[in-house]
């Protein structure tokens, strides 16, 4: 098991499709389904034996929910802020452009 490249709260872009999001959960290897598995051509399927990361994503139309191998990812150096409406929920945005995670009360 490899230690996760990307942290939570982190911004990062796919290096292949035209998405970015904000980190916020990791898996140290795949755990999915296999139906999702199966759905990627094999040509472009990851390794399931890296970290998978739960990303809030927006990409040009759209924010939804991806799930994404620590190879298909890289740093987001814009600074901008990711619009996807769950992030005030999660997180606290950062001067830097990066995010932190709120403080959640268990009862």
């Known amino acids: 098991m490899r230690t996760a490249k990307f942290r939570i709260g982190q911004v ?4 292949i499709y035209p998405f970015r999001g904000v980190i916020f959960d990791v898996d140290p290897t795949f755990s999915n389904t296999e139906e999702w598995w199966n759905a990627i051509p094999e040509d ?4 399931r034996d890296q ?3 739960h990303l809030l994503a ?3 139309e759209t924010e939804y929910v991806a799930y994404v191998s620590e190879q298909n990812l890289e740093p987001d150096m814009t600074g901008e802020p990711v619009r996807h409406p769950q992030v ?4 606290e945005e950062q ?8 403080s959640v009360e268990i009862h």
Do not use: K, M
């Open 51 to 53: 970290p998978f990361y």
């Open 88 to 91: 005030e929920e999660i997180f």
């Open 44 to 47: 472009v399927r990851p390794q």
């Open 58 to 60: 927006e990409n040009e």
């Open 95 to 102: 001067t830097d452009g990066s995010y932190l995670p709120r």
């Open 12 to 15: 990062v872009r796919h290096r």
